[in-house]
């Protein structure tokens, strides 16, 4: 099976703040990457950054703190952060401080999916 290198993509990232591009599953061509699967309907922070046009949730104007948010902090997001080690929030706040093409670089030249929780 091939996989696919790591690289600077900002196409791949997650609505949620995480880098599809590192991701394995990805990588291995076995997911199209958050922004194009469109299977991944169930995913209630997808569905509500379609409908505001957000490009992720660093571009919300809902809510002032990120931290509030019902649909990003989720019971399911709470297990999927806690089995990938996983701070999404603080991938947010790097997209929102870099941008989206600083947050990718960043994330691919260290080949991390996600930023991990302390």
Not at 31 to 60: F, L, M, Q
Not at 73 to 78: C, D, E, G, L
């Amino acid at each position: 099976m091939s996989v696919k290198p790591v690289v600077t993509d900002s196409g791949t990232i997650a609505f949620c703040g995480l880098y599809c591009g590192a991701c394995k599953r990805y990588l291995r061509e076995s997911c199209p990457g958050c922004p194009k699967n469109d299977r991944a309907s169930w995913c209630t922070v997808r569905s509500c950054c379609i409908e505001h046009e957000y490009r992720s949730c660093a571009d919300c104007t809902e809510l002032s703190n990120i931290a509030e948010c019902r649909k990003l902090h989720n019971f399911i997001a709470k297990v999927v952060g806690i089995v990938l080690n996983s701070n999404r929030d603080a991938c947010l706040a790097m997209i929102k401080e870099k941008g989206y093409d600083g947050f990718a670089e960043h994330m691919a030249s260290r080949k991390l999916q996600t930023l991990p929780r302390r």
